[in-house]
């Protein structure tokens, strides 16, 4: 019943916004179709209410979707314009974009390899909140070398630091793990981990969180078509190991 008040609120405050934009028309550049298979795998939030349905996903997206900054299709910008909705979910079982664990590239967010350690004690709508600002960092990634996307995602997280968006914490809630990075905006070294390994884990990448739990300096030992790298944020570190568990800066014993 709350699933059926839900849905009908939602096509109704589709209709009011798309009324107000109809009458208020502005000239923006042409707009590619929402991609509901994408937004459904994407966001399991949503797709938790709405399973499937194109339509309704089309109305989430419209009424709320779009100020909150989702992405309509895979490679948009957060909150994008769309221009009616396109058909993927008939052709998603004949294209490699989608598969069980994946799409457009990205492992949805029951199929990451580390999930257990990425969650730490986050809920889920916290998990959740952590992975949808992740995939602005790691779709535009999608299709580069490994090495490429490990570098991409250590610069961008760096950046955050030298910005000043990112504090340094070892006591703020969420300090160790990626919604206190991405979210909160604080982090320890073990946040930085978690950060840095929900995006390779979203990319496919498999990596080791070396010192885990452990009150000493933690990093990210990724295996990028099977050479070890350490990858490292807080560091501004991405480089192949010299030796097994070597770090440039850090040297705990291991």
């Avoid at 509901?36 to 419209?62: K, M, Q, R, S, W």
Wanted: with cysteine; hydrophobic share 40%.
């Amino acid at each position: 019943m709350k699933k059926q008040i839900l849905r009908r609120f939602m096509g109704i405050a589709a209709a009011a916004i798309i009324t107000v934009t109809m009458q208020n028309p502005v000239q923006v550049r042409a707009a590619e179709k929402f991609d509901p298979v994408f937004y459904a795998a994407v966001y399991a939030d949503v797709a938790a209410v709405f399973g499937t349905d194109a339509e309704a996903l089309y109305n989430h997206y419209i009424a709320f979707g779009q100020k909150e900054g989702r992405m309509p299709y895979a490679g948009a910008a957060g909150g994008e314009a769309v221009d009616g909705i396109a058909d993927t979910a008939a052709v998603a079982a004949e294209t490699s974009a989608v598969t069980d664990d994946t799409v457009n590239g990205i492992v949805t967010i029951d199929k990451l390899q580390n999930d257990t350690s990425l969650k730490k004690k986050m809920t889920d709508a916290e998990f959740q909140t952590a992975y949808n600002e992740a995939l602005k960092i790691v779709q535009p990634l999608v299709g580069l070398s490994r090495e490429e996307q490990a570098m991409g995602i250590m610069t961008a997280l760096r950046n955050m630091v030298d910005s000043g968006q990112v504090a340094y914490s070892t006591s703020y809630p969420h300090y160790n793990d990626a919604y206190g990075y991405l979210v909160n905006h604080v982090a320890s070294c073990a946040g930085s981990t978690r950060t840095t390994g929900l995006c390779l884990n979203m990319l496919g990448i498999n990596y080791e969180h070396v010192h885990e739990n452990q009150w000493c300096h933690q990093w990210c030992r990724a295996d990028l078509d099977g050479t070890t790298w350490v990858v490292d944020p807080y560091a501004y570190t991405c480089t192949p190991e010299a030796y097994a568990y070597w770090h440039p800066l850090a040297d705990c014993g291991q």
